[in-house]
């Protein structure tokens, strides 16, 4: 897995404390780690815990202004405990603290899935054909369609979602958000929360999502760059439609004949010789699914959107000095061009 920095300033917690916690409860973690932070991601923090023969990851919230509803690690933890029984691809978790005398937060552990994890461009050492970048596209979407296929009963996770009613919910909660977070230097965007709440279908289906899914949360085998061994970071899984989930996951994913400001903001390579297009990944979804995308311009606009709200809600605190990673600085110039995005798929 590259990525993988020296912990920034504003994130450092004691690794000592932290250690006596964990060794505590996992036998044989005598000395202290190596702690590195890995780059990728901008949402809640991961860690690497290098142990002298085991290596072990730890996430944790970020500090300043969070919606109520994220960065819930009791949560996360508890979904990947439950599924991953049924869900191979669940990484296996180790402890949760929610003691916050130890690092200052709820946060928990896991075993580190070691694997590649495409990034913006793959590590030199991995070079894909096309038939090979076609053929990894598609076990990704077979990856989430399988997701789709579990049965919350099965995992104990029954009671994750909220039931009927949730892409009116997503609609709702996510233009609440956006108003919440938003600055002057992004749009107001009413217009596209105003279409959405006039175009918004029926759920499809009632199904476990990840809410989160793109190439930059798989991990490849190491010795097969097409073969899925981990999905990562389920912070927003949940109940709900289908369609949603593949809206929020292509928004996400930028073909090689999109404009220069999505190639600037791209962060997986979907650009790659072979790779499909997006509305090639909808048809092979719907017919691997069993479903309809007579709708789809309802779940582009609402995938483009909600990526929008979820990266004015990590501005905001950038704005606001609640952090200072450069890596945050233009993301409001990504908000505008969401919006805009929106308003082009709406036409």
């Not at 919440?180 to 965007?189: C, L, M």
């Not at 899925?228 to 929020?248: K, Q, R, S």
């Not at 092979?284 to 582009?300: I, K, Q, T, V």
Request: net charge neutral.
């Amino acid at each position: 897995m590259a990525g993988d920095t020296a912990v920034r300033s504003e994130d450092a917690f004691d690794v000592g404390t932290v250690h006596e916690w964990l060794a505590g409860r996992v036998d044989g973690l005598d000395a202290p780690p190596e702690v590195r932070q890995f780059s990728g991601g901008a949402s809640n923090l991961t860690y690497l815990l290098r142990y002298p023969d085991r290596e072990l990851i730890l996430r944790r919230p970020p500090a300043g202004r969070k919606a109520s509803s994220a960065h819930d690690m009791s949560r996360e933890y508890r979904v990947q405990k439950h599924l991953k029984p049924v869900f191979r691809y669940v990484p296996e978790m180790v402890a949760f603290c929610d003691d916050h005398d130890v690092l200052g937060a709820d946060f928990y552990v896991m075993e580190r899935i070691v694997g590649t994890i495409p990034r913006k461009d793959f590590p030199p050492e991995v070079q894909l054909d096309p038939v090979q970048a076609r053929t990894l596209a598609f076990t990704v979407v077979d990856t989430l369609v399988e997701l789709h296929d579990v049965d919350p009963a099965a995992a104990g996770l029954s009671d994750l979602g909220r039931g009927a009613g949730y892409v009116e919910r997503q609609v709702r909660g996510w233009s609440d958000r956006y108003r919440k977070a938003r600055t002057w230097n992004v749009p107001k965007a009413e217009s596209v929360m105003a279409w959405l709440d006039e175009h918004r279908p029926d759920d499809v289906k009632s199904c476990l999502i990840h809410n989160d899914y793109r190439l930059d949360n798989v991990v490849l085998a190491p010795d097969d760059p097409l073969r899925v061994v981990g999905v990562l970071d389920w912070e927003m899984a949940t109940i709900g439609d289908p369609l949603m989930d593949l809206g929020g996951a292509l928004a996400y994913w930028i073909q090689s004949d999109d404009p220069y400001l999505s190639q600037r903001a791209r962060r997986q390579p979907t650009h790659l010789p072979g790779m499909p297009t997006r509305r090639e990944v909808v048809e092979y979804y719907c017919d691997r699914a069993g479903l309809s995308s007579a709708n789809w311009a309802f779940y582009e606009v609402f995938g483009l959107f909600r990526l929008a709200a979820i990266a004015q809600q990590i501005y905001y605190r950038y704005h606001h000095k609640q952090t200072r990673n450069p890596a945050f600085r233009q993301f409001w110039l990504n908000v505008n061009y969401l919006v805009w995005r929106a308003h082009k798929a709406m036409r």
